[in-house]
């Protein structure tokens, strides 16, 4: 890995190239998953970097959706986990503490791959397995329907068992595969214009390491908050009102940096 200083102004951005370039060494990351990642970093550039208003509502319906589902899954990709194994580890162990509280089943985690082979499934599997989840998508034993066989593949007792399905960084057509089997879609999506934040019932347009602890952060408050609140959040939820206002927020910013 290139040594980044830890002063350099943009480090947290280099350090996720460096996660990515060494995820690829690894053969955890696809090589399009880099190609991805760079239409990724443009849009946040765009953005500011920052978590926008309307990200954090998104981030706010998400938890509250998460913990209302009856079973929820999380679907990790190469880019997932070698950009945030840890945070989605730490986001899983909330929610299902608090599940647990609230008399649910826990969620569950599954390796569930685009360009998928067995070798990277394995090793994702693996990483999982190195910060305490065991993630499925060893043994496939379903498939989402409307897919072509490698990237259809998924597990009995996890994607295809749930009916909220936290998908980051997904690519629109199985967004659409997803939602059409009847499943509750969220994506993180720092693209508010791709057919998968427009497809997903929750999008979340924000970088995934930095909204993950936010959802956590958000699990905990709204577990707090109780049944209610959590019914009246996920009620209140409109996607399309949502990314209209993330299209807002980016043109208002850039008129403001225009001007
Ligand atoms: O590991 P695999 O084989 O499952 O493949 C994973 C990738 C990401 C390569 C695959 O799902 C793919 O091709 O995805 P797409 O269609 O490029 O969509 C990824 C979306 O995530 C794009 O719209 C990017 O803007 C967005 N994105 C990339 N990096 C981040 C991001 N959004 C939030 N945080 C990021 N760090």
């Given at each position: 890995?290139?040594?980044?200083?830890?002063?350099?102004?943009?480090?947290?951005?280099?350090?996720?190239?460096?996660?990515?370039?060494?995820g690829?060494?690894?053969g955890w990351v696809a090589e399009a998953g880099?190609?991805a990642?760079?239409?990724?970093?443009?849009?946040?550039?765009?953005?500011?970097?920052?978590?926008?208003?309307?990200?954090?509502?998104?981030?706010?319906?998400?938890?509250?959706?998460?913990?209302?589902?009856?079973?929820?899954?999380?679907s990790l990709n190469g880019n997932v986990v070698a950009?945030?194994?840890?945070?989605?580890?730490?986001?899983?162990?909330?929610?299902?503490?608090?599940?647990?509280?609230?008399?649910?089943?826990?969620?569950?985690a599954e390796v569930c791959l685009f360009h998928r082979t067995e070798a990277r499934i394995d090793k994702l599997v693996?990483a999982m397995?190195?910060?305490?989840?065991?993630a499925l998508g060893r043994?496939p034993?379903?498939t989402i329907?409307?897919l072509n066989h490698a990237r259809a593949l998924c597990d009995?007792?996890g994607i295809?068992?749930?009916?909220?399905?936290?998908v980051p960084l997904e690519d629109?057509d199985r967004?659409?595969?997803?939602?059409?089997?009847?499943?509750?879609?969220?994506?993180?999506?720092?693209?508010?214009?791709?057919?998968?934040?427009?497809?997903?019932?929750?999008?979340?347009?924000?970088?995934?390491?930095?909204?993950?602890?936010?959802?956590?952060?958000?699990?905990?408050?709204?577990?707090?908050?109780?049944?209610?609140?959590?019914?009246?959040?996920?009620?209140?939820?409109?996607?399309?009102?949502?990314?209209?206002?993330?299209?807002?927020?980016?043109?208002?910013?850039?008129?403001?940096?225009?001007?």
């Amino acid at each position: 890995m290139t040594e980044i200083p830890p002063d350099h102004p943009r480090y947290a951005s280099l350090m996720a190239r460096e996660r990515l370039v060494e995820g690829l060494r690894k053969g955890w990351v696809a090589e399009a998953g880099l190609t991805a990642h760079g239409r990724g970093e443009a849009f946040d550039y765009l953005l500011g970097e920052t978590t926008t208003p309307p990200a954090q509502e998104a981030i706010r319906a998400a938890a509250a959706l998460l913990l209302k589902a009856e079973r929820p899954a999380f679907s990790l990709n190469g880019n997932v986990v070698a950009l945030a194994r840890q945070e989605m580890a730490d986001l899983l162990r909330v929610l299902n503490r608090e599940r647990l509280k609230l008399g649910k089943l826990e969620a569950k985690a599954e390796v569930c791959l685009f360009h998928r082979t067995e070798a990277r499934i394995d090793k994702l599997v693996l990483a999982m397995a190195e910060v305490e989840v065991p993630a499925l998508g060893r043994n496939p034993d379903a498939t989402i329907p409307g897919l072509n066989h490698a990237r259809a593949l998924c597990d009995s007792r996890g994607i295809e068992a749930a009916d909220v399905i936290l998908v980051p960084l997904e690519d629109g057509d199985r967004a659409l595969a997803l939602r059409e089997m009847g499943k509750q879609v969220i994506t993180i999506d720092l693209n508010s214009l791709s057919r998968t934040a427009k497809t997903a019932h929750i999008t979340i347009v924000d970088e995934l390491t930095r909204c993950v602890p936010k959802i956590k952060e958000e699990v905990k408050e709204l577990a707090k908050e109780g049944d209610k609140t959590i019914e009246k959040v996920v009620d209140g939820w409109d996607n399309e009102k949502n990314l209209k206002a993330v299209i807002d927020f980016l043109t208002s910013r850039l008129k403001a940096l225009s001007s």
